[in-house]
């Protein structure tokens, strides 16, 4: 699917699109970041490249759902904790897949880098957002919006989970934080011999992985992080960082410069029709169809019994002098 | 008149909740005869000059006197014996003597018309106790196992403490503690504090899973005024990513800082059987207490009034029920805000028009939860993608309930003209019930009217058997339903509730 065939005469996103078309959920915006959450930012660059237009909503009281960012695209969702992702099921809604069309073998290396980025690179990135030193920035990305009382419950909560699951602990942090920043370093390099001096990736057009690493450089550039070893770490490519940054301003259209006219934002499809456009009461009856009259006389007939049954157990409890002391036996009645 | 004059000593022991009056020493049936012919025709003034307690080791004299402060102010012989017999009940409710005598003795001789006040209690040897039972709630129509342990009287305040587990199969689970100190600092009211984490699953009706964890502190008054704060941590989840757009808009954690404050009279002279009388509930809620303007904030009000007239024949009665409730969010940008979900308005299920005291609830014919503003449910991911007009599934809905929501009722119940069913108490009644919800904010809310609110009323009517036991009220009933909507869960036929009165 080709996406920059037309530039729609729209200017901002999302504001010629019909209410209810596509609609991307992230977390709140951020240091100057449509989102700041490092996760959802790929998401939104994603729908960008490929000038697809979408409203956006933010949802700030989620800082431990896995299933941001989303995409709604009438009643259907596609969560990012879901198969695929986002990219996966706006393919599979076939709205749009920017890794279409590329060869084989390219496919193969957009895959390996990918896998880098979201483990490599995304076990330093998380790193370096939940390391106490940067604790500012960390409740800045997740918690903005939360009342006092929770901000500091999550955050612990979310915090010993991260570190869990990085297998950092306050006596290892030093040999492996080192050891996540290395191989970040060694994802950098690898990611600066692929681009080259190119504009993107593969081919001069974008790609999910554009979308990943652009995410996830501006993510480390933008947000003014306490420590901030990735950034330095970043900056030892100067192409990567001038990727960034050009991309940066086409985007997202920074300091007062428009979104460049490539990715001006064109109307997705609309949505398949919901469900209930079909009479309700036409659907219900192919589902009951298959039971056949014996069936219903049968389940009926087993209904009334269960209620038999009930009512004479019932009679038995009220006519047979049971006598059920109730409250009145709360254990005062030995002498 | 001096009840000195007779040298008299009067005991009034409640054991079995009788009276009995004895004579001390050598008695005459003449003196008692007298004695309670007097007590019978005219008050004898008496006051009390001195409230003795014996017995108390681990209770402390103060909390024994809360529960006798009425007896000072007794002016009357007649008035002292029938405060007495109160004072004693309220002891023993407490829960924390095995046996309570109280004794009225004359006072110093040098004040005449004065008694005095004997009290005798004897702890009980075993402050713990439980509880294990299975409940039925049904509004969820769910069934719960709950276990409580209890252990009173430890810091000699009477007070309860006790931690309280319920589980019910996939649906709740809840664990709680709590404190409850009868008659505080001498109010006429008890202080209740509770810890509780509870999760409750409203996944079949409305796409999502609470867990709530939270502290409340409440002064229950002893007959009709009840105030509470509440602190609760709500997270919101929808597990199965099925929950449709406007119940996804409501998923995360918030955190509701709340008062509430609950006005309850019931004049009615049977909760199972009203037949006379006024019962009247105000429920008012403002949430957002706080400097935090991230708080929940919203106020809610419910009402309901019911009123019970006999008509004098086969014991039959009419009652008529009227209760209504709004909730709506405050604080800056609250046109736009939707109101939190788990506080909205519900009708629908199989509770009893004359259950509980409890807002606009109850309308039968209508399944849990099912009327009102619905919303499609995300539609599974795998059947979309192969046939175009082959998709089998009926589309799913979650009940998103109402901001606004009023429901009334009109019940007719009599005796069956057969001795057996009077000799227990079964009775029949038909009814008419009416309500609908609407909501006032967020994206459901499209411009409404109250012409429109009224028009869009679901009304049933029907007619049962009611069977009240000791510990519920039983009714089987057949439902007709006269409006409804295409978009409601409907339930006719035969319906059968269980109800437990207040």
């Known amino acids: 699917m080709s996406m920059m065939e037309m530039a729609s005469p729209s200017d901002a996103t999302g504001s010629t699109s019909v209410p209810g078309d596509l609609v991307l959920v992230t977390r709140p915006p951020a240091f100057g970041l449509p989102t700041a959450c490092p996760a959802c930012l790929p998401a939104f660059l994603y729908l960008r490249m490929a000038a697809v237009s979408f409203q956006e909503q933010v949802t700030a009281v989620e800082p431990d759902s896995e299933d941001l960012p989303s995409v709604e695209y009438g009643e259907n969702v596609g969560f990012a904790s879901e198969n695929g992702g986002v990219v996966e099921f706006l393919r599979r809604e076939k709205i749009v897949d920017l890794d279409a069309g590329l060869s084989d073998s390219e496919k193969a290396e957009l895959e390996t880098c990918k896998a880098m980025m979201e483990s490599w690179v995304a076990d330093a990135s998380a790193y370096e957002l939940w390391m106490r030193d940067n604790d500012r920035q960390c409740k800045a990305v997740y918690f903005a919006q939360l009342p006092w009382g929770l901000v500091q419950a999550l955050d612990w909560k979310q915090r010993v989970a991260v570190m869990q699951r990085l297998g950092v602990t306050p006596e290892n942090a030093a040999v492996r934080s080192e050891e996540l920043y290395r191989k970040a370093g060694n994802a950098y390099s690898a990611l600066s011999v692929l681009l080259g001096d190119q504009k993107f990736f593969f081919n001069n057009r974008p790609t999910s992985l554009d979308a990943l690493v652009l995410g996830h450089l501006l993510f480390h550039m933008k947000v003014p992080f306490e420590i901030s070893t990735l950034k330095g770490e970043i900056s030892k490519h100067q192409n990567l960082v001038n990727y960034a940054e050009s991309w940066s301003k086409q985007l997202l259209g920074e300091d007062g410069a428009p979104i460049d006219a490539a990715f001006q934002p064109k109307v997705p499809p609309p949505p398949p029709p919901p469900a209930r456009a079909a009479p309700a009461k036409e659907k219900e009856k192919p589902a009951k169809k298959p039971r056949s009259e014996k069936d219903i006389l049968f389940k009926k007939r087993a209904k009334y019994f269960v209620i038999a049954q009930f009512v004479a157990v019932l009679m038995y409890v009220v006519f047979a002098g049971f006598e059920v002391e109730g409250d009145d036996e709360v254990g005062d009645d030995d002498e | ?502």
């Open chain 2, 1 to 502: 008149m001096d009840p000195r004059e007779e040298d008299e000593e009067v005991e009034v022991e409640m054991e079995e909740d009788e009276e009995e009056v004895e004579r001390g020493e050598e008695s005459s049936v003449n003196l008692i005869k007298s004695m309670t012919q007097k007590l019978a025709t005219e008050p004898v003034t008496v006051r009390v000059h001195d409230i003795v307690i014996k017995g108390n080791t681990k209770t402390k004299e103060s909390v024994i006197e809360a529960q006798l402060r009425e007896l000072r102010e007794v002016t009357t012989m007649q008035e002292l014996l029938q405060e007495s017999v109160r004072a004693n009940a309220r002891l023993r409710a407490l829960g924390i003597f095995d046996k309570c005598v109280i004794t009225l003795d004359a006072g110093p001789e040098e004040l005449s018309g004065t008694a005095n006040v004997i009290v005798e209690v004897e702890e009980v040897k075993r402050p713990f106790s439980g509880d294990l039972g299975v409940f039925s709630k049904p509004e969820t129509k769910a069934w719960t196992l709950e276990g409580t342990v209890k252990y009173k009287n430890l810091g000699g305040h009477a007070e309860t403490l006790d931690a309280t587990g319920c589980y019910g199969l996939d649906t709740t689970s809840e664990l709680s503690a709590g404190v409850i100190y009868p008659r505080f600092k001498g109010l006429p009211a008890s202080l209740s504090t509770r810890v509780t984490l509870l999760t409750q699953d409203w996944q079949r009706y409305s796409s999502y899973r609470e867990r709530l964890s939270g502290f409340s502190v409440g002064l229950v008054g002893d007959n009709q005024h009840d105030i509470s704060y509440n602190l609760t941590w709500r997270d919101l989840k929808d597990p199965s990513r099925c929950a449709s757009k406007s119940v996804r808009r409501q998923l995360g954690h918030s955190l509701l800082s709340a008062v509430k404050y609950t006005y309850k009279r019931d004049d009615r002279d049977s909760a199972f059987r009203p037949r006379r009388g006024v019962a009247f509930i105000s429920t008012t809620q403002i949430a957002g207490l706080g400097p935090d303007s991230r708080l929940l904030r919203f106020a809610r009000q419910e009402v309901e009034v019911r009123l019970a007239i006999p008509l004098g024949f086969a014991n039959a009665a009419l009652n008529l029920g009227v209760a209504g409730g709004v909730i709506l969010p405050w604080g800056p940008g609250y046109k736009t805000k939707p109101t939190p979900i788990s506080d909205r308005f519900y009708m629908g299920g199989h509770s009893s028009l004359l259950g509980e005291l409890k807002g606009p609830s109850a309308l039968l014919g209508f399944r849990t939860r099912g009327v009102g503003p619905s919303e499609l449910r995300r539609p599974p991911v795998g059947p979309t993608e192969k046939g175009d007009g082959e998709v089998v599934a009926v589309p799913k809905k979650d009940t998103l309930g109402g901001d606004l929501a009023v429901s009334g009722f009109a019940d007719f119940s009599f005796d069956l003209p057969m001795r057996f069913f009077k000799e227990y108490g079964i009775h029949a009644h038909t009814f008419v019930c009416a309500g609908n919800l609407l909501p006032l904010t967020g994206e459901g809310a499209s411009a409404w009217s109250l012409r429109n609110f009224f028009s869009g009323f679901r009304v049933s009517s029907g007619a049962g058997i009611v069977i009240p036991t000791k510990l519920f009220r039983l009714e089987v009933n057949y439902c007709y339903l006269l409006r409804y909507q295409d978009s409601d869960r409907v339930k006719r036929g035969v319906q059968i509730s269980l109800n437990s009165p207040q």
